[in-house]
């Protein structure tokens, strides 16, 4: 009876087909994880050798000596700065965004989704030069602006409105799916025991969103902390005024002063390998999260 099974006779043809399909299966997964490693090494931790090399190349003494310099830190306090007040913005309005699209119905939820994804579509460059002619000196609102006293280009205000606009999509795209897959029953569950509309949000639906809500607070930060092409355009590279880090950088590099400029770039690189280090991080612990809740 074993001789009717192919799959439990070895000289059966059967049986050589299928060891044939598992080496050739062996041999294209080998080929992916090899391309994906040679492409991870030349685009990722090459780089990064470098960059961390140069930096370190005059010694560790030159390295902090150029972190410590009046511009540089200058730059890192406007970093930090944009960051502290773009991210929370586009939390609240990722979440917001999120909340209405994935738990309501209204007109214009198709337009509102696809206005989350413009400026994946627009070039930060761009976004930058829409805000030099709405608020430049000669811009459309510009004259008003200055017989006011009111600065937003080449200021911080300007800064800001660009970094808001390339990263708002990235909590609200964190979340919309999300939300989705959840679906309504649950707030419904609790508003049909009595809880109010900002009860029903703070117990229900923000704890369950909650890693997905941390894991785009992320992604958007390294994004408002590294945005270089939007900034450079409404800064006016002032220094000491309204440069930031990655204007920075791009300032030294182009006076040769190359140490220094890696030395800077090497405080961004670290930034995003913390940054992905928090990313799995994250994503381990909701992991974790998950096959408790199906354990239980």
Known sequence: MAVDNPTHYDGHPGAKLRRGSLQESRLVTGLL???????????LFLPLIIVFTEALREGWGRFFEAWGEADAIAAMKLTVLVAAISVPLNMVFGVCAAWAIAKFE????????????????????????????????QGLLGPWLHRHGIEIIFAVPGI???TIFVTFPFVA????????????????????LGAGGWQSFWLVTLPNIKWGLLYGVLLCNARAMGEFGAV??????????????????????????????????????LLA??????KTALEWRHGAELAANKTH
């Open 33 to 43: 994880i090899g391309t994906a490693l040679i492409f991870l090494a030349l685009l």
């Open 106 to 137: 209204f007109k214009g939820k198709s337009l509102l989704t696809t206005l989350i994804d413009l400026p994946f579509s627009v070039s930060p460059v761009i976004s930058g030069l829409i805000y030099i002619l709405l608020f430049g000196a």
């Open 160 to 162: 800001v409105l660009a």
């Open 232 to 269: 450079s355009v409404v800064s006016g590279h002032i220094r000491g005024l309204t440069n930031t880090l990655p204007l920075h950088v791009e300032i030294l590099y182009n006076e040769y002063n190359f140490m220094a400029a890696f030395a800077i770039a090497s405080l961004l690189a």
């Open 273 to 278: 390998l913390v940054t992905l280090g928090l």
């Open 173 to 192: 795209r964190e979340l919309i799916p999300l939300m989705q897959e959840q679906g309504t029953e649950e707030e419904e569950a609790a508003i049909s």
